[in-house]
């Protein structure tokens, strides 16, 4: 198999006869005409997952990137979404109904952990909430009703990372579908389809767009589940449009590169971090003090580009340390170029109760950084002149 960033640049090319362009067409158009109203009624009897009707159903540009992406992925086929948010609620809608039952790691984004706790509770899904890196812990609620379990493969915003080797093994034992939200790892550093995950979910919005100038979500699996993503897709209306494809396909193209630079930038701001007097604690998946740094070597091609840390002096020493930033940017989301720093208990985590958190390990001098890929020494300097301040 031909290496990453080869895939990443390959195979999407229209034929326009001798010329073939470099670059995908943006197709806009919403609807699709035909010269022939008995193929039209045909596509029609045959289902929403065959052929271009309405952009809704498919879309040329749009069908490009699931194509990327399910090769990147490893999977068999995808379904790209308007935000990583409805590419989850749709996965979820599509797997479990009224009186399902679902399994969830808590260490989870903010908006992914409300709906699990408030919105499938509302369609009579009852969920189960038990940390994906205990991997019996999280295999143990799991009953017949079960439809499926959940995970991130680096969890947000404390970074466990779960051993989704052994957690996929136990799910197809038990015949359930393992669900992985793969943000925080992109395909360079992870392919939990291959692990044993049964279906990937993306906030492209993050590293696979790469700029923050993008809202995106996707979803890869086999083509079975997939299928049922897509029927769900069409109904629930939270398709991607054309211009955000494209320009997430554009962002694919440099992934490796940018996240190569992203962990090198990582890994020398948690080397800062870990040891200074400002700084109670470090979570970065690449330091030997990290509770999961084996499980992190053997499923990860790197440690990644997030880091999160604890500053000693709290929630006043938080304020302060986000002032006194000069090159970072203090702003949520994350996988951009630029580095960007967050305070989860006020920004990112507020679904969750001071006692969820706490219970978590997000305290209030907690702080979530992703390294963006300036030059590693003003990163390192910026840093160094903020705490000193914190
Ligand atoms: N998954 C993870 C891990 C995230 O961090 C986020 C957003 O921050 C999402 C999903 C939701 O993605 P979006 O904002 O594109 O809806």
């Known amino acids: 198999m031909r290496g990453f960033t080869t895939r990443a640049l390959g195979g999407r090319r229209e034929d326009l006869g001798d010329a073939a362009p470099v670059a995908p067409a943006i197709h806009p158009a919403a ?17 929403k997952d065959v052929g271009y009707v309405y952009t809704r159903w498919h879309n040329p540009t749009r069908d490009l990137l699931e ?8 999977g068999e086929r995808a379904v790209s979404f308007s935000s990583g948010m409805a590419a989850i609620v749709t996965t979820f809608a599509a797997l479990a109904g009224s009186s399902d039952h679902v ?3 808590p260490s989870l984004y903010g908006g992914s952990f409300s709906t699990l706790s408030k919105l499938l509770p509302r369609w009579g899904v009852e969920v189960t909430f038990a940390e994906s890196h205990r991997v019996d812990e999280m295999l143990a609620p799991v009953r017949p009703e079960t439809k499926l379990v959940y995970t991130e493969t680096i969890g947000n915003p404390t970074l466990q990372v779960p051993d989704l080797e052994a957690l996929g093994s136990g799910c197809r034992e038990r015949g359930v579908p393992l669900v992985v939200d793969n943000t925080f790892a ?6 939990p389809l291959e692990l044993g995950a049964a279906v990937v979910v993306h906030s492209t919005t993050k590293y696979l767009g790469g700029h923050s100038d993008l809202t995106g979500g996707i979803a890869v699996g086999d083509d079975e589940l997939l299928h049922e993503v897509r029927e769900m897709s069409v109904d629930l209306g939270g398709t991607a449009n054309a211009w955000e494809s494209w320009l997430t396909m554009r962002g694919i193209e440099t992934l490796a590169l940018r996240m190569d630079r992203h962990v090198e930038n990582a890994r020398a701001l948690a080397g800062l971090l870990e040891g200074h007097p400002a700084v109670a604690r470090v979570w970065y998946p690449g330091l030997p003090s990290h509770p999961d740094r084996e499980v992190a070597e053997r499923i990860l091609r790197a440690p990644g580009g997030m880091i999160s840390f604890e500053l000693a002096g709290g929630l006043e020493s938080g304020r302060r340390f986000q002032q006194s930033l000069e090159v970072a940017l203090v702003g949520p989301s994350l996988g951009s170029t630029k580095t960007l720093v967050v305070h989860p208990p006020t920004v990112t985590h507020t679904q969750m109760t001071k006692e969820q958190r706490e219970a978590l390990g997000i305290t209030d001098g907690f702080v979530r950084v992703s390294t963006g890929i300036e030059d590693a020494e003003d990163i390192l300097e910026d840093f160094r002149q903020a705490l000193e301040k914190a």
């Open 67 to 74: 194509r990327l992406m399910a090769e990147l992925e490893g």
């Open 31 to 47: 609807t699709y005409a035909f010269e022939d109203p008995e193929v039209l009624a045909d596509l029609i009897r045959r289902g």
């Open 103 to 105: 399994v969830a790691s």
């Open 186 to 191: 992109s395909p360079y550093l992870c392919r």
